[in-house]
């Protein structure tokens, strides 16, 4: 059984820098990041694929950085340039496959209970 408990959410200000770390236990194949805005869908973020190939949603490409430790237990999302818009929700999420996608997150059969992102103008 695969379990994900993200931490290091929290306030910051518009410019700002965050790191996200989602703890991982079992093992996975394709890791992700996706977030979800109030009245908003869950969009993907960044992934990675067990060769450390990574893929990022092309409006985060430069800020945001996708990493894992060499055991692959943990799971990062380096956040830097923040603005308002990038507040929300963050899930880490895992599948069993090493085909990575964010375009839906109907294949992510593992996902964690998420932590909350907020950038202040």
């Known amino acids: 059984q695969v379990q994900l408990v993200e931490s290091g959410g929290g306030s910051v200000q518009a410019g700002g820098s965050l790191r996200l770390s989602c703890a991982v236990s079992?093992?996975?194949?394709?890791m992700a990041w996706f977030r979800q805005a109030p009245g908003k869908k869950r969009e993907g973020v960044a992934s990675i694929d067990p060769s450390g190939n990574t893929a990022y949603a092309d409006s985060l490409k430069g800020r945001f950085t996708i990493s894992q430790d060499n055991t692959r237990n943990t799971l990062y999302l380096h956040m830097n340039g923040l603005d308002p818009e990038d507040s929300g929700m963050y899930y880490c999420?895992?599948?069993?496959?090493?085909?990575?996608?964010?375009?839906?997150?109907?294949?992510?059969?593992?996902w964690g209970q998420g932590t909350q992102v907020t950038v202040s103008s």
């Open positions: 999420a895992a599948k069993p496959s090493a085909l990575c996608t964010l375009r839906s997150t109907a294949a992510y059969i593992y």
């Open positions: 079992g093992y996975t194949y394709c």
